[in-house]
């Protein structure tokens, strides 16, 4: 059997791992070391010159990381990826990976509010230009374009509207225009699939769902190997022409080797090497057990994120409920399409009493936990004006979709009737 013909069960398992060789260990071990004996100077002088891949400094590359990265790249169908410090250190790499100052990308409004305020304000001061645009009208990516557009950038289950992508519409439309498309996937791994839309590169904070009991912070860039970055050369100059950083190396020639990886490469022996946002090995083994749960943890937050949004529809004090279960028309298709795992674990609403309901309600919560994260394996709350999304402008919280009474929840793992008991309490003390 291959890493292809396994199922995600299996893959999260055993992927990029079997047992040590010399010990017989099954768990994979914490390389806890920062370099790594070369076998020769031959063998050292290869792996400098790129002839071929293994362990030189953890800050580009550690034998734990190498698994997490390998496991990850198996469940998504992708070829490699680099494992990163944070999901905004993927985000980041992501782009500065292909674009430079005088340069710019498209994005969808719909983003994290961390993202967004990457993209507006310190990518921006580094001279390189965000556009955003609606994701909901895929045309509005090509309109934004020009000759120096590196990356399309997109969320798959975006936080906090949480209206599903068009991921293919998009993807289709910059293919042929040599602009690959990035996708954001934190919200969804496991119930989306990326790269089988069209998307040629995939992003994870995997402090989220994959490494799911909130101990962890890292992030992951997953090279789809599906992209032709050399068929338009003069639209991806970064890997298209000589890097003098790397003595004149041009990555899509010296990657053809070594499969189809050159985004990859790239990623990890320029930008870890220059800029160091590693993932530490004990990071990586922990996401690694996060990992193999994640199977079965991603159906029973989505199951119980369904329930919580038809009891929040029963309530006269919640004026909007923003999950895709309750979603109608293009975007209820949409979600059906491309949620063919499970619709989310993420939720959200809107309280009738507005800012001031949100903060009631969210001080009266007893079993959800008042943090700024999701996809732990507990239930958490938050009210995204006034904490994640408060460096943002009224407008520019109002375009990704966070009003003043809005309330963000990430359903976790606990009994059902625990989880509505406490929303009930919750929302009765907010609108007494």
Partial sequence: ????????????????????????????????????????????????????????????????????????????????????????????????????????????????????????????????????????????????????????????????????????????????????????????????????????????????????????????????GNFDWSALPERQPMLNTPDPSYHGVVWTEAARPLGPIAYALRARTVLLRDLGAALSPFNAFQLLQGLETLPLRMPRHCENAVKVAAYLQTRSDVVRIIHPSVQTGVEAERARFYLTGGLGGLLGFELAGGREAGRRFIDALALFYHVANIGDARSLAIHPASTTHSQLSESEQAATGVSPGYVRLSIGLEHIDDILADLAQALDKASG
């Avoid at 055993?14 to 099954?26: L, S």
């Avoid at 985000?91 to 292909?98: D, G, I, P, T």
């Fill in 1 to 224: 059997m291959t890493d292809r013909t396994l199922h995600p069960e299996t893959l999260a398992l055993h992927a990029g791992w079997r047992a040590d060789p010399a010990t017989g260990v099954v768990a994979p071990p914490i390389y806890q070391s920062t370099s790594y004996q070369f076998q020769d100077a031959d063998h050292a002088a290869r792996l400098f010159a790129l002839e071929e891949l293994g362990n030189i400094y953890t800050r580009i590359g550690n034998p734990t990381t190498d698994i997490l990265e390998k496991r990850i790249a198996a469940l998504e169908g992708g070829a490699a990826a680099v494992a990163v410090a944070s999901g905004q250190a993927a985000s980041a790499y992501a782009v500065q990976n292909l674009a430079c100052a005088g340069d710019n990308i498209v994005s969808g409004t719909d983003l994290y509010g961390g993202t967004y305020n990457l993209f507006a304000n310190t990518l921006k001061n580094q001279g390189l230009e965000v556009r955003f645009v609606d994701p909901a009208d895929p045309e509005a990516f090509a309109r934004a374009s020009d000759d120096r557009t590196r990356a399309w950038y997109a969320e798959t289950l975006p936080n906090p509207k949480l209206v599903v992508c068009p991921i293919a519409e998009i993807a289709a439309l910059g293919r042929p225009l040599g602009i690959p498309l990035i996708v954001d996937n934190t919200a969804a791994p496991l119930l989306a699939r990326p790269f089988d839309h069209g998307a040629a590169i995939i992003v994870y904070s995997t402090t989220k769902y994959i490494g799911g009991h909130g101990t962890s912070i890292g992030g992951m860039i997953v090279d789809g």
